[in-house]
């Protein structure tokens, strides 16, 4: 089932991935931009005038926001395989990385997957504030714990470990060795050392802004 799936055309992945994306990005500006949302969202820590003044700037850079997500998602999937190329290249990997880019491409489906619940509950016309979106199930560790009891600097790096993330690295391992078959441990443990590096200092910096 694996070798049929990773000799499917990876740019129609990526297409499907963009499409994804675009779809969900307009959502949230369709239903976090309404003047409802906004109101409940902030007017705890804004005055109207403050909130009104805030719409405002919000809505005229929200296209802006829309092509960012999407370019976001095309960003990471470049970054992922660059930091895995480096590795490859420092042990010496039988590999490309144009094959590295393609396996990457395939196994990031695992979290446009990842959207449907948010995309599912954005059409749903249940979004009352901001806060609805932040404590949506993800399958992760931050659905062990209730919502009031987490810090703001420990929401992300606990929805961060979450059962696509393992996915996603076992499929770009399997992924990896059907090109260069040393054996999938040994091809987890360079994703770990590479990409996981990389997780794990977005994590301390994320967490670091939001704490001071």
Known sequence: MLKKYFSFNHWIVLGIIILVELIVNLLLKATLLTE???????????????????????????????????????????????????GTLLFRYDIQFRQILKVVILSFLVFTVSRLPLLITLLSGKVEKFEDLSFM??????????????????????????????????????????????GIPKWLGLILLTYGTGLAITVVLTAFATAI
Request: net charge negative.
């Open 36 to 86: 409802k949302v906004l109101y409940n969202s902030l007017v705890e820590k804004m005055t109207l005038e403050d909130i009104s003044s805030f719409s405002s700037t919000v809505r005229s850079s929200a296209w802006m926001l829309v092509v960012f997500g999407v370019a976001q998602r095309i960003g990471e999937i470049l970054l992922i395989s660059v930091c895995i190329s480096i």
């Open 137 to 182: 199930p993800n399958l992760s560790l931050a659905d062990w714990f209730r919502p009031e009891n987490l810090p703001e600097w420990g929401l992300y790096p606990l929805q961060l470990i979450n059962v696509y993330q393992f996915l996603f690295i076992l499929l770009m391992a399997a992924g990896f060795n059907r090109i260069d078959p040393r």
